[in-house]
């Protein structure tokens, strides 16, 4: 095994605007990277570029030493030691459960009671021993989903590719699915690529964040660092709740603004404006705060959700553990910023 | 390091040029062939004659006679059969859309025949129930009228079809929502279903025409005895009296057919201008009006409909086949099976034809399935104008009216291959490559479904675990796809094994198909076996259609033409 690299990768469709565009960006080996962005911005072009069902126009994809695809030509996907689970799982339906995980292994030439032996300890990671002979029709949608993994553990391959594996199914079993992915990772070892719209996954799995927007890399980092410290305006709109505020603060101060810095952004309205992004964690009621005029209150189960509105129309999230009357002033304080 | 291909999604390198070389050969040279001729004919002046004559001019009247007759008739039989299966509560519409699509799938000399025997003085039907006009009274359908009505019964279940693909996708809310307007059911169709069906009218309307000005069986068996020539029927006397300036006048009357049928083609097209209704909403299950007390008479009316155009031609076809002479009326003490003992035991004719159509009808079915697998396989992964030009192509041969198909072969190979110097005209594989080029389309339609259906993501999946190309068509792509390649080639078999228009000009001695001896057979006055071979093709035709209906569950919508 060993680090996936993409340098330079592009893709153009010949639509008028490139699919992928310049993205450079290193996996390190065993690594869980996660591809994140709205929908049509380019990540499943990168996962097929990965996997070889696509050919990059531009640029280049390494797995180590060895060039899996560029503009010139690609490694077809069958020789790529790769699995990936689809969006719609792709099991055959003519095969049994145990045919479809132990497909990659009898193309391997492997039969017999190897088959057998590694195909039922596949199964038994992803708990589906006592399915082994049925057909995917008779499956639920979280089994069909775990014997799609099962057939990627069956061959230890490098890279493991997920395309939105979770986006069929229901709140309680992505979960409970989540949780699978990360054993299933840490067991394995092989560097996956998740690719996903849902910012909530790709926190929760990953080892690294890479957030695309129309086809370019807009930053790659570890969840915490991503979260803290996101570039621009679609990293910090797209990664965790937050609402993003144009305030009028000195050029060239401290990315983290503090409160006294903010506050005195709100007291004067003049001056060039920046991007401030503000978590709802770090706005909490307190006398001393400016007065902020509640729009909603919605209540989430273990608290409130708050949204507030500032003198100056623009809008803010917040948390609280009792309901508040919509249309009241209340005084805010916003511990920190970060300016985008 | 490995080395890299420049191959897009792992298909095989040689995959794309021997598609194109196959369609090709099977469509490109012929028709490119037939251009050439009628184009270098007509330059040289060599059938200028042929414009000349009475003769040619009576024949292109009669085919615009007989096809716009017969479309009417089509359009009036299809339609009503269409809206109310469609449209109403009736009951046992499965069976009526089958028993009503069945005379299309019956070889078009074998529906002469039936009528012929239904309603001639010496049908045996009219005389066992004695009600046959006088001997010697004129068979009423030696005539033009005669063609008109039987092109017709044989076209009605294209109408039907095309008309009923369009209702079945009307949206049963945009019913609704005009019945909650006011409209009362009768103003709902007039304003509403009418108009959106239309375009299925129309598209009907032109395949039965195209289909009409081609047909060459229900002209042969009508037409000929009483002199009355059609544009295929006159190419098949030309033929039949082969002279020096043969091939020219043939590939003339080709183009003028060619022109015909294209000419209805472009009607279509101007007339379906500005009639692109996209249907939006729920469309799924069509709307169904309540017919109330008339349901009975529709009923009624449907099966005295399909009394006259399907039960009584068979039932006459059958009572031919049992007489032991012509003209002797059926009864317990007449009933004989000596027309089905000579024709499956003595007759070497039938027994040869009965070999060769076998072999003609098994070997297209089985082999085009393999150039339709690669084709279906590559026309889905990479779609675009490439594989627009390739269905296109495919295509023409099978929309071509067959008789021009015939002589575009005749003309390719009745001089000897180059290279090699041997001559297949006048062998059966003249009449085999003819039916791999008429049916790729029969062929392909099917599988192509069944590829454009399989979410391409089962393929990936296939590559992903590490199997090249061969071994994906094996173990994932050909099993999905098995219930469409069966269809493919039971439809083949189907229509190759009782077709007549290609092979009546292609045949020579021995290598006579079912339809020809048929034709044969009733042109030397033998119409007991006949209607003896006619009443086993008709068996095979139903048994083949019911095993369709069997897979049906099975296949993707719109393989089989008789479903939608």
Redesign the interface.
């Known amino acids: 095994m060993a680090q996936l690299i993409l340098n330079h990768l592009s893709k153009d469709f010949g639509t008028g605007r490139p699919a992928v565009s310049d993205v450079s960006l290193t996996v390190r080996e065993g690594g869980f990277l996660a591809l994140l962005g709205p929908s049509g911005c380019g990540k499943t072009t990168v996962l097929r570029m990965i996997a070889g069902f696509e050919q990059p126009t531009d640029g280049s994809i390494m797995l180590g030493e060895r060039t899996l695809a560029d503009a010139s030509g690609a490694l077809p996907p069958e020789k790529r030691n790769m699995a990936m689970v689809f969006q719609s799982y792709a099991l055959w339906p003519h095969m049994t459960v145990a045919e479809n995980v132990g497909y990659p292994l009898k193309v391997r030439g492997i039969t017999g009671a190897a088959w057998q032996a590694r195909v039922k300890d596949a199964l038994s990671v992803v708990q589906l021993e006592e399915f082994a002979y049925r057909r995917p029709a008779d499956l639920s949608g979280g089994q069909r989903q775990r014997v799609a993994l099962a057939r990627c553990l069956v061959t230890s391959p490098d890279v493991v590719l997920l395309d939105e594996p979770l986006a069929n199914l229901d709140r309680h079993l992505k979960a409970a699915m989540e949780e699978t992915f990360r054993a299933f990772h840490a067991r394995s070892g092989a560097t996956m690529i998740y690719v996903t719209h849902d910012q909530g996954e790709a926190m929760a799995m990953a080892t690294d964040i890479a957030v695309m927007s129309e086809g370019r890399l807009m930053q790659i980092a570890s969840p915490p660092e991503i979260y803290a410290r996101p570039e621009g305006r679609v990293v910090g709109g797209l990664v965790g709740q937050g609402a993003i505020l144009d305030l009028a603060l000195p050029d060239h101060g401290p990315r983290l603004v503090p409160w006294p810095v903010l506050e005195m952004a709100f007291r004067q309205a003049a001056g060039p404006s920046h991007p401030v992004l503000v978590r709802p964690e770090h706005v909490v009621a307190d006398p001393t705060g400016i007065l902020l005029k509640v729009t909603s209150c919605v209540f989430e189960g273990e608290r409130f959700a708050l949204s507030l509105r500032t003198a100056g129309g623009q809008h803010l999230k917040a948390y609280s553990t009792h309901a508040l009357d919509c249309g009241v002033l209340r005084p805010f304080v916003i511990r920190q910023g970060w300016l985008l | ?2 080395r ?7 298909q095989p390198a040689w995959l794309l040029p021997f598609v194109i070389i196959v369609v090709c050969l099977l469509s490109g040279l012929p028709l490119a062939r037939l251009l050439y001729a009628g184009l270098r004919f007509s330059l040289e002046g060599k059938a200028t004659g042929l414009f000349s004559e009475p003769s040619t001019w009576f024949a292109i009247r009669n085919t615009l006679a007989t096809a716009t007759g017969g479309m009417v008739i089509s359009l009036l039989l299809g339609a009503t059969f269409a809206f109310v299966v469609t449209l109403t509560d009736i009951r046992a519409k499965g069976f009526f859309s089958f028993a009503f699509v069945l005379p299309m799938m019956i070889p078009p000399q074998v529906t002469a025949l039936a009528w012929v025997q239904m309603s001639g003085p010496a049908s045996p039907l009219l005389k066992t129930l004695g009600i046959a006009p006088p001997l010697g009274s004129p068979q009423p359908l030696y005539s033009l009228g005669g063609i008109a009505l039987l092109l017709g019964v044989q076209h009605a279940p294209l109408v039907f079809l095309a008309l009923k693909a369009g209702l079945a996708a009307l949206p049963r809310d945009g019913v609704e929502a005009a019945r909650l307007a006011g409209a009362s059911p009768m103003r709902v169709f007039r304003d509403v279903i009418f108009p959106l069906a239309v375009p299925g009218l129309i598209a009907g309307a032109a395949i039965a025409f195209v289909s009409g000005v081609g047909n060459f069986g229900i002209p042969a068996i009508l037409g000929i005895p009483a002199s009355i020539f059609v544009l295929p029927t006159l190419i098949y006397s030309r033929l039949s009296s082969f002279g020096a300036g043969t091939f020219a006048e043939m590939s003339q009357l080709s183009m003028v057919i060619a022109v015909i049928a294209g000419l209805g083609l472009v009607i279509q097209q101007r007339a379906l201008r500005g009639r692109d209704y996209r249907i939006i909403g729920l469309s799924g299950q069509s709307a169904a009006f309540s017919l109330g007390w008339r349901r009975w008479v529709s009923e009624a009316g449907f099966s005295l409909v399909l009394f006259f155009v399907l039960v009584a031609p068979l039932a006459a076809l059958l009572a031919s086949s049992l007489v032991p002479a012509y003209g002797v009326p059926l009864n317990v003490q007449t009933v004989s099976f000596h027309a089905y003992s000579e024709i499956l035991f003595r007759q070497s004719v039938t027994l040869t034809a009965f070999a060769n159509s076998l072999f003609l009808a098994g070997t297209t079915a089985c082999g085009l399935l393999l150039f339709t697998v690669l084709t279906a396989y590559l026309l889905a992964r990479r779609p675009g104008k490439l594989a627009n030009i390739i269905t296109g192509l495919i295509e023409i041969p099978y929309a071509l009216p067959g008789i021009v198909l015939a002589v575009a072969f005749i003309l390719l190979f009745a001089a000897p291959l180059p290279f090699v110097n041997v001559s297949i005209y006048g062998t059966i594989w003249i009449i085999l490559i003819s039916y791999f080029s008429s049916f790729f389309a029969v062929s392909l339609k099917p599988v192509a479904s069944a590829f454009l259906q399989l ?1 391409p ?2 393929e ?9 190309f061969g ?1 994906r068509m094996r ?2 792509l050909v ?2 796809i098995a219930p469409a390649a069966g269809a493919s080639v039971i439809l083949v078999f189907l229509i190759a094994s009782s077709e007549l228009t290609v092979s009546a000009l292609l045949w020579s001695a021995g290598t006579q198909t079912l339809g020809v001896a048929i034709f044969n057979l009733d042109d030397s006055g033998s119409s007991d076996l006949a209607s003896a071979l006619s009443v086993l093709v008709v068996i095979m035709v139903v048994i083949l259609m019911l095993l369709l209906e069997l897979l049906a569950k099975h296949l993707p919508r719109g393989v089989l033409p008789w479903r939608n």
Do not use: H, Y
């Open positions: 390091m490995p890299l291909s420049a191959n897009r999604s792992s979410d993501s089962l990936e999946a296939a590559c992903l675990s590490g199997a090249g071994r173990d994932i099993p999905l």
